[in-house]
């Protein structure tokens, strides 16, 4: 692994961890393990490492949607799919999507970094408009807007007040709810 991506790792840590302001290169660096000025030699600038950490989050997750963008054949199927990857966001990789909230936060006083965010959740719209419109929805575009807004309001909750919180009801009445709109 390189000194890069050992700093990447480090850095979505520190933020998801302790927020946004844990965020520093030497804080990075003691993370990592690295020897001090390491994080710097790859992200110049505090933006550069803010810019460099989300788009790392949004190769990730990129990663992790084309694994659960399977054909999905019934309505069934794409809840199944969006219950799995709403429960890893909110799971396994609940420290990553903790940095990723607190790096929108961020971006949004710094838009150098917002593009990357952009096509993130660009794709993933596309990807449910496209399934939705294939089982029928007669609104695919509005439908996969409620679904994401649904999926990032259940992600918040699980995040923050409701750990335990069920994801599939609330995911599967809006998906349904689409094909009927």
Sequence with gaps: MSTRERALIAAVSLVGEQGVRALTHTRVDA????PKGSTSNWFRTRDALVTGV????????????????????????V????????ES??????????????????????????????????????WIRDLLARLGAPEPDTAARAL??????????????APGAPIRPTVELVARGSLSA
């Design 54 to 77: 989300i788009d790392w989050i949004a190769e990730l997750e990129r990663v992790d949607l084309e694994a659960a963008m399977a054909p999905a054949e019934t309505m069934d199927d």
């Design 148 to 161: 994401l807004a649904v999926s990032a309001g259940l992600i918040v909750n699980r995040l923050t007040v």
């Design 89 to 126: 966001a909110t799971g396994e990789h609940a420290v990553r999507t903790r940095a990723r909230y607190a790096l929108f936060l961020e971006a949004s006083a710094a838009p150098s970094p917002l593009p990357a965010l952009r096509e993130g959740r660009s794709r993933f719209e596309l």
């Design 79 to 86: 809840v199944d799919a969006l219950c799995r990857l709403l």
């Design 31 to 34: 993370a990592a393990g690295l």
